[in-house]
């Protein structure tokens, strides 16, 4: 008999813990929730379903708590502008956990939900890819195209918020309302996507969207988690050694924030994420040509991209301690 | 065991995500603690200070 520990196998427990660990120091160092790749792992491991992207929300609440917990005392929170939000993607998120359960009536949520993350982290690392190539220095105000046409709706009721920016209710609602669907879809908290909506299309400070960003996501991954959890889809064998790694990660991951420069693994970052829409896609192919060799390449590519890219941290922070190095980047949002 | 159980599955909801952010505080606590105990000793360390 397997041994165990609190009732889980010791081997699930050590995996998880790993990998926890991998993911929260990877997205410690890029100031990301991680949750993204939570659930293609659990996808590739062979859960259904349901129970990837309900404990997936609930790694995501956990994570939120920890960084709310060390964002508190920063007084980087709009409790408005986070409360609209945290209206809009409620709702969202009922939305998108019913389509994934409608989608598992139908018997196709499986496929559907890893088709729709083989798309998600293959755009995500590409656009990485081209970030990170291009020659051209970051810029702030460099706001996409998309972003420009949306925030020039000033729809009343406009609000108020702190920073002394102005934004309109219904627009912010319905940013909301679209990375709510997708939450509850996925199982991601949304922070990749509502950083970038709260900064280009609202035009709310970069140090005030990361707190309110921290807060509303606390709030809609405890909604999410609870409301998957009702359908027994929260798995606390998952949940908690990950979140046990991951915790532990994040602070190896935000400490070398100061010592390494990001941009120079951004490269392997995008990589990590393209390897990870591969290992979706190589799970698929091997569960509907019954090809064991195709599932066992998703895992190796999954955790073995994980490593790689956690391991290049790690070196190049031990490598600039021993040059006595440090970089002026922020602090990660976690 | 807490309860709570009894109310069905809103309270094996409540208590999964109660679960968790109790976790989440425990390991907030501990690994603050554990960082600022053993952060400076890491940094010597593998920096040769």
Redesign the interface.
Known sequence: MAMELFGIAMVQLVLFVGFGLLIGTLFGFFGMGGSFLVTPALLVLGYDSTTAVGSGL?FV???S??AA??HRDHGQVDYKLGLMFIVGMTAGIEVGKEAVFYLKELGVADLVVSVSYVGLLAVVGLLMFRDARSDEPDDANDEPAIAERLGAFQIPPMISIKGGAEVSLWLTLGIALGIGVLSGFLGVGGGFLLMPAMMYVLGVPAAVAVGTDVFQITASG?FG???Y????A?D?SI??PL??GS??GA?IGA?ATALVDEDDITEYFAAMLLAGSAAVGSKNLGNAYDVELLNQLSIVLIFGAALVVTGAIVWAS?QS??D?ETVSSPAAAD | MLGIESFGATGQALTDVGVVLAGAIVLYVVYGAVTSLLGGKIRQTVGGE
């Open positions: 609930a609440f956990g994570t708590v920890i917990l060390r405890a988690a609870f409301t959890a009702q359908s027994g929260v606390l949940v908690l979140l046990t915790a532990m602070r400490g031990i301690m021993q006595g």
